[in-house]
């Protein structure tokens, strides 16, 4: 099993309609989570980041985290073109060790 | 404008040669990391200075020697690599905080070409 995985893309979502966007991680010790995106030819930028169980909101976005579950989603409202990118969920699996998963495409068609 | 200072943007190598990647931040973060990407592959790990001290290896070849000179610098010295060692590679900063590694914050990468 993989220590972090996503759901496998691309995702299509129209501009304006909301994109989820799931991760699942291996390690239930794990404290903290990422999510990050990335543009073709350019390096990952932090979104969101999320501690707790429960939902976290910045914007557009919300993170959602069930440690039980071991699973970490990314909410995005009002998508627009300019979220087409790849997301990638990240893992703090022990100290000082952040693992990402394998990344989910994301097309916003306008 | 990012806080990581990542140079040079674009290095081509041949397998004989001696390289150095070199990395900077100005964000007073503790731990510095290397990651190595592939096309359409996620950032994977490998190493993590804490403290300017090396804290992970994740088994990278030998050929890839990293160095913290001091907690704003980080570099990676390249020496016989193969063409498979081609790709984009990462430098990040974060916080060490009570529960670990914060949040990661990413240079722009130095895109490795290795003929």
């Known amino acids: 099993q993989k220590e972090v995985e996503q759901n496998s893309g691309p995702l299509s979502v129209p501009e304006g309609a909301i994109a989820s966007l799931n991760c699942t991680y291996s390690d239930r010790v794990s404290q903290s989570f990422f999510w990050y995106r990335q543009y073709s030819g350019k390096s990952p930028e932090l979104i969101m980041s999320?501690?707790?169980?429960g939902d976290k909101e910045d914007g557009r976005f919300t993170a959602q985290l069930n440690k039980a579950s071991q699973y970490v989603s990314l909410l995005i409202r009002d998508s627009q073109p300019s979220d087409s990118a790849t997301y990638l969920c990240a893992v703090k699996t022990s100290y000082d060790k952040v693992i990402f998963g394998p990344g989910t495409s994301l097309s916003v068609i306008p | 404008d990012t806080e990581v200072t990542q140079t040079p943007k674009h290095l081509v190598m041949g397998m004989t040669n001696k390289k150095s990647l070199k990395c900077e931040q100005h964000m007073g973060h503790r731990a510095m990391y290397w990651y190595k990407q592939k096309a359409k592959k996620p950032p994977e790990l490998m190493f993590v200075y804490s403290y300017e001290k090396l804290s992970i290896n994740e088994s990278v070849p030998s050929r890839f020697s990293p160095e913290c000179p001091n907690s704003s610098l980080l570099n990676l010295h390249l020496h016989a690599l193969q063409p498979e060692d081609s790709a984009l590679y990462l430098c990040?900063?974060?916080?060490?905080?009570?529960?670990?590694?914060?949040?990661?914050?990413f240079g722009e990468g130095s895109r490795l070409t290795v003929l």
């Open positions: 999320i501690y707790s169980n």
């Open positions: 990040a900063s974060s916080q060490v905080e009570a529960g670990g590694a914060g949040e990661l914050f």
